[in-house]
């Protein structure tokens, strides 16, 4: 399995930045990982033209119901349309600015996993919650409440349908913190232990889990490092192509 080495420009790079990032990476040598980028939903049909072949687009956020009056919002089939591959769900941005619940989280990942997308499920606990020694529990609810309901349940472990993991810790996204490799280390592996109890999926169909808090070109390779550790989810050190490609070569 390859490295994923993702990207979340969050509220960054309209159409023409995108498209400059996109021609930028289209002149690069491209390491031997996976790469996928999640920008703004405006700017993914520009970006989708300028990247090169066999780097993956992504969605920072999508609806769960196909159309309706909900002011503001996207469909899984509306960013298909535009390219997308991945779509983030669950982002902890999501969560604790805008309020979503775990079982809006699992209705998003129903409709991701329905429309053939590959849902990159962001899980993660504050800095309290670990203080208070709930890191486990945080963990598994919000895993768990994506696997609980029978037809997600069945879409990824009947179904053979794709599905990736971020484990990012809510305190070092943003804040230059960093979880170290012992902490990415446990982390992923109460996720690994539970993806195994709940979907069987190990060997030839794993679900890479990614750590995502504060990734930069100078720790990447060390996080990587870490076991059980698959691949990067990366903020603002995505936003600058060369300082992105870094990271990629790095760890590749």
Same mark, same amino acid.
């Given at each position: 399995m390859r490295p994923i080495i993702a990207g979340n420009w969050k509220m960054h790079h309209g159409p023409e930045e995108a498209a400059r990032f996109g021609e930028a990476l289209g002149i690069a040598d491209l390491p031997p990982v996976e790469l996928v980028l999640f920008p703004p939903a405006i700017s993914l049909a520009a970006l989708r033209k300028a990247v090169p072949e066999g780097v993956a687009l992504g969605c920072q956020n999508v609806h769960w119901e196909d159309r309706g009056a909900f002011t503001g919002e996207t469909s899984v089939e509306m960013v298909r349309g535009a390219g997308a591959e991945f779509v983030l769900v669950g982002h902890s941005e999501r969560r604790h600015v805008f309020g979503e619940t775990d079982d809006q989280v699992a209705k998003k990942m129903a409709a991701v996993l329905r429309a053939d997308l590959v849902p990159v499920l962001c899980v993660g606990e504050t800095l309290g919650e670990r203080r208070d020694g709930r890191l486990e529990e945080v963990l598994l609810r919000q895993l768990d409440a994506v696997l609980d309901p029978p037809e997600l349940r069945?879409? =990824?472990?009947? +179904?053979?349908?794709?599905?990736?993991? @971020?484990? &990012?810790?809510v305190w070092a996204i943003g804040t230059g913190e960093t979880a170290t490799p012992?902490?990415?280390?446990?982390?992923?592996?109460?996720?690994?232990?539970?993806?195994?109890?709940?979907?069987?999926?190990?060997?030839?169909?794993?679900?890479?889990? =990614?750590?995502? +808090?504060?990734?930069?070109?100078?720790? @990447?390779? &060390?996080?990587?490092?870490?076991?059980?550790?698959?691949?990067?989810l990366v903020g603002g050190a995505s936003l600058d192509s060369k300082s992105f490609l870094a990271i990629a070569r790095s760890v590749a």
């Amino acid at each position: 399995m390859r490295p994923i080495i993702a990207g979340n420009w969050k509220m960054h790079h309209g159409p023409e930045e995108a498209a400059r990032f996109g021609e930028a990476l289209g002149i690069a040598d491209l390491p031997p990982v996976e790469l996928v980028l999640f920008p703004p939903a405006i700017s993914l049909a520009a970006l989708r033209k300028a990247v090169p072949e066999g780097v993956a687009l992504g969605c920072q956020n999508v609806h769960w119901e196909d159309r309706g009056a909900f002011t503001g919002e996207t469909s899984v089939e509306m960013v298909r349309g535009a390219g997308a591959e991945f779509v983030l769900v669950g982002h902890s941005e999501r969560r604790h600015v805008f309020g979503e619940t775990d079982d809006q989280v699992a209705k998003k990942m129903a409709a991701v996993l329905r429309a053939d997308l590959v849902p990159v499920l962001c899980v993660g606990e504050t800095l309290g919650e670990r203080r208070d020694g709930r890191l486990e529990e945080v963990l598994l609810r919000q895993l768990d409440a994506v696997l609980d309901p029978p037809e997600l349940r069945s879409l =990824l472990r009947d +179904g053979g349908q794709r599905m990736v993991l @971020a484990y &990012e810790p809510v305190w070092a996204i943003g804040t230059g913190e960093t979880a170290t490799p012992a902490d990415a280390t446990e982390a992923h592996g109460i996720l690994a232990r539970r993806l195994l109890e709940r979907l069987g999926k190990e060997g030839t169909n794993p679900v890479p889990i =990614l750590y995502g +808090g504060s990734v930069k070109p100078g720790n @990447a390779g &060390e996080l990587m490092g870490a076991d059980r550790v698959d691949g990067v989810l990366v903020g603002g050190a995505s936003l600058d192509s060369k300082s992105f490609l870094a990271i990629a070569r790095s760890v590749a």
